[in-house]
């Protein structure tokens, strides 16, 4: 007789986790995060609430950690598109080209039905909740603006952008118009609009093109 194998805890767990992922983005997608709830979550997912318990000590924790784990995802497959961007902002030494290749990856995550659903309710309630806000900001937020940040310090040092521009300040004339327009839905998102930003910006801040 074979030996009966033990089941692999890890690969259940791995399991569980995945659907308490999925659970908790389609529920906060679907009815916002105040509505949310672990009983929620872990009904959707099949799972007893004290698991998710046993791993998040909240909501939000469990919310956070799906949506990371959501962009993360996200990230590794448009950088595996041809044509993709992988972590970290290019630089070919063009830089509205390499601008316009970033924004334009940025429209199509924000206009992705599976990212702008969860995305919408955390960033809503991020603005009523200082806390969730503030954690959504450290752990998601600022890691990407750092890349921004780093680009454009490099254009400066190559001489293609103004030496006494401020890169933070530079960073949200090219992203706040987009999550304007998105978070507001004034007009349609488009690469079109993204590539008009960079041309805009540039221009303000003196970047011949």
């Known amino acids: ?59 939000a924790a469990v919310l956070m950690e799906a949506f990371l784990d959501l962009a993360d995802r996200a990230a590794e497959e448009a950088a595996a598109q041809p044509g993709g961007v ?47 806000g503030a954690e959504f900001i450290g752990k998601l937020l600022d890691p990407q603006l750092a890349l921004y940040v780093t680009r454009l ?9 103004r030496a006494d521009a401020d890169p933070r300040i530079a960073l949200e004339l090219l992203i706040g118009p987009l999550f304007h327009r998105w978070l507001l839905r004034t007009l349609p998102l488009t690469h079109a609009y993204a590539d008009e930003v960079v041309d805009y910006a540039l221009g303000g801040l003196g970047v011949s093109r």
């Open 1 to 59: 007789m074979a030996p009966t194998k033990s089941p692999d805890s890890s690969r259940r767990s791995d399991r569980s986790r995945r659907a308490i992922y999925d659970a908790a983005l389609a529920l906060v997608g679907e009815v916002g995060y105040p509505r949310t709830t672990v009983e929620g979550i872990a009904a959707r997912a099949g799972v007893g609430k004290q698991t998710i318990y046993r791993w998040w000590p909240s909501k």
């Open 86 to 132: 992988a972590r970290g902002l290019p630089d070919t030494g063009d830089l509205a080209a390499d601008l316009k290749l970033v924004l334009r990856a940025t429209v199509d995550e924000l206009n992705d039905p599976v990212l702008e659903g969860p995305t919408r309710a955390l960033t809503a309630e991020g603005i009523v909740d200082a806390k969730l």
């Open 153 to 161: 310090r490099a254009a400066q040092e190559a001489g293609q952008l």
